[in-house]
C-alpha cells in the first residue's frame, strides 16, 4: 500500500453550478495505489470512496470558477466558525493513515472494498463482525509488526523499542497462558474475572506452579519462587490496558470495561539499599578491563552516570548532544545539556576531569550506549570481577506474597540506573551544599524557602556555575574539573 492521497469533493444535486445553492453532501476519494487490470489489458488506479457524512454549500467549499472543486482557501474561512466538518475530514485521514501503517507491515494491499469496510469500523459507523473469530494475542502480534516496522505518519507506529519489549513480552505472557490453560483468549467474553486470573496463571508459571513449554520463548525462563513484583505486573497490565483500548478503537469489543478503576495495581516502593560509593568509584577507574569492550562500555558508562547524575534515559540522549566550552573571569568548563526525561527538565551538566578523560577515548564525544538490559547486565560483571560484593538489602513488593526483604551482593543489585542516586549520595558525604545538587538532579524541586524558586530567574549556565564553585572547594580527585 502506497502512502494514501486524499481528495474531497461534493455530490452534485444540479450539474449546472449557478444553481447549486443548497448543501451537498461531502465524499473523499483516497488513492492508495491499488489498481485492476481492464479489459484492454491496462491497469487502472482505483481508489476507495467514502462518505464525510456532513453537508455544506458549495460555495463554502470552494470557487464557481472551478466548478466548486475544493479550496482550502475558501473553506478556511467557513471552518473557522464550525469545525466540525474539519474536524471529520481529519478524523478520517487520521484512521486511513493508521490503517496504511497497519497494511504496511502487514505486506497487504487492500481492496477499495476491504479499506472502507474496515475504515467504516474505525469510524464506528459499522459493527464489526469479526470479533470471535480473533484473539487478543493475534491482535496483539500484528500491533508489534506495526511498532517493529515503525512506517506510517503516526507516532503510535514509532515507539521506543524498550516499550516494544513490554509489547514482545506481553505477547509471550499471552502465549504461555493459552498454553497452560488450553484457552485461546478472545476480546468477547473477557472480563473482569478473566483477568485477573490471567495474572495468577502469570504469576503462577514464573513461580513453577505451572510448567510451560513454550516453542516461540528463545530462552528458557528463569523460575522464581517470589513470583513478578507488583511493579512489573503493573507495567504488564498498563501495556495490556492499552492493547485492548486500541482493539476498542477499531471495533473490538472486550467485555472488560477499560475505564473501570482498579484494573492496575498500585505501584510499590520497591528498593535496594546501595549506591557506588567514592571508594568503589575510585576503585572502578582503576580496573583494568580493556580487554573486553563491553566490560570497558560498562565501565565508562557507571562512571559517567556517577559524575553526573544521569540516570540511562539522558545517558541515551548524550550521543546527539554537543560538548560545550564555558570561559569567563574565574570560569573555565566544559559541559553537556542534560535532558531529564522524567521530570520533563534540563540542566547544564559540568563535565568533571575523570569523563572528560574517558570521552578522550571516544574522539571527545559521548558514545552510543548499549541497550539498558546490555548495561546491567555487564555492569554485574564488572562488579564481580573486581570484587564490589558487600551484602546489601533489598525490599521488593510481590504480587503473590506482598513485601519480602532480602540481602544479596551488590554487583547482583547494581544497575544502570543506579548512577544518579551515587551522584547525590556522594556529594552528600562530601557536604556539598544541597541546594546546588538539586538544582543539578531535581530542578523542579522546591527549596526549603519557597519564594527562591518564584524569584531565582537565572539561567542554567549560572546554576553550572554555582555547582562549579562548590566542587572546586572539595579535596577529592573525582570532583576537579
Known amino acids: 500500500m502506497k502512502p494514501p492521497k486524499f481528495r474531497f469533493y461534493l455530490e452534485p444535486k444540479n450539474k449546472d453550478p449557478k444553481e447549486r445553492t443548497e448543501e451537498e453532501l461531502i465524499m473523499v476519494s483516497i488513492s492508495y495505489g491499488y489498481s485492476k487490470k481492464q479489459a484492454n489489458g491496462k491497469n487502472r488506479a482505483i481508489p476507495c470512496r467514502i462518505a464525510v457524512e456532513a453537508k455544506m454549500k458549495p460555495s463554502n467549499f470552494g470557487r464557481i470558477e472551478t466548478g466548486y472543486k475544493f479550496d482550502p482557501n475558501v473553506f478556511q474561512r467557513y471552518s473557522r466558525s464550525n469545525r466540525t466538518i474539519e474536524n471529520k475530514m481529519n478524523r478520517i485521514k487520521e484512521e486511513v493513515w493508521k490503517l496504511e501503517s497497519k497494511y504496511v507491515s502487514e505486506g497487504k494491499m487492500p481492496t477499495p472494498e476491504e479499506l472502507k469496510e474496515e475504515l467504516l469500523v ?46 514482545r513480552t506481553l505477547k509471550t505472557l499471552l502465549e504461555e497462558y493459552q498454553i497452560t490453560t488450553g484457552k485461546t483468549i478472545y476480546f468477547d467474553g473477557f472480563d473482569e474475572d478473566y483477568y485477573w486470573n490471567f495474572w495468577d496463571v502469570t504469576d503462577e508459571i514464573l513461580r513453577g506452579v505451572r510448567e510451560v513449554d513454550n516453542p516461540n520463548r528463545s530462552k528458557r525462563q528463569t523460575k522464581n519462587k517470589n513470583g513478578y513484583s507488583v511493579n512489573s505486573i503493573r507495567k504488564y497490565q498498563d501495556a495490556f490496558i492499552k492493547t485492548l483500548n486500541r482493539a476498542k478503537e477499531q471495533g473490538f469489543k472486550s467485555s472488560l470495561d477499560t475505564t473501570k478503576k482498579g484494573l492496575k495495581l498500585p505501584g510499590a516502593d520497591s528498593s535496594k539499599n546501595i549506591f557506588v560509593t567514592i571508594s568503589e568509584l575510585k576503585q572502578i577507574i582503576k580496573a583494568d578491563v580493556s580487554y573486553d569492550n563491553s566490560l570497558q562500555t560498562a565501565k565508562d558508562y557507571i562512571i559517567i552516570s556517577c559524575l553526573t547524575g544521569m540516570r540511562y534515559q539522558s545517558m541515551s540522549d548524550t550521543s546527539t548532544q554537543q560538548i560545550e566550552l564555558y570561559v569567563a573571569t574565574s570560569y573555565n568548563f566544559k559541559y553537556i545539556l542534560s535532558r531529564q526525561a522524567k521530570t520533563g527538565t534540563e540542566v547544564y551538566m559540568p563535565l568533571l576531569k575523570p569523563v572528560r578523560q574517558i570521552l578522550e577515548s571516544y574522539d571527545g ?15 554485574k560483571q564488572l562488579f564481580e570481577l573486581i570484587g564490589i560484593d558487600a551484602m546489601s538489602e533489598e525490599k521488593i513488593t510481590t504480587y503473590k506474597f506482598g513485601e519480602i526483604i532480602k540481602k544479596r551482593p551488590k554487583y547482583e543489585l547494581i544497575s544502570a540506573h543506579d548512577g544518579r542516586k551515587s551522584f547525590i549520595s556522594n556529594l552528600e558525604e562530601l557536604k556539598v551544599n544541597r541546594d546546588v545538587v538539586d538544582q543539578m538532579t531535581h530542578p523542579d524541586k522546591k527549596p526549603k524557602n519557597p519564594m527562591r524558586k518564584i524569584y531565582d530567574k537565572r539561567d542554567l549556565i549560572s546554576k553550572a556555575k554555582d555547582f562549579v564553585d562548590e566542587v572546586s572547594k572539595l579535596d577529592c580527585d573525582l570532583y576537579k574539573l
Do not use: C, H, Q
Open 365 to 379: 564525544v559521548f558514545p552510543k550506549w548499549p541497550a539498558n538490559g546490555t548495561i546491567n547486565k555487564k555492569l
Open 122 to 167: 474505525r469510524l464506528k459507523r459499522k459493527e464489526r463482525t469479526d470479533v470471535m473469530s480473533v484473539s487478543i494475542l493475534e491482535f496483539l502480534k500484528e500491533d508489534i509488526k506495526r511498532y517493529e516496522s515503525g512506517t506510517g505518519r503516526n507516532s503510535v507506529d514509532r515507539i521506543k523499542e524498550n516499550t516494544i519489549k513490554t509489547y
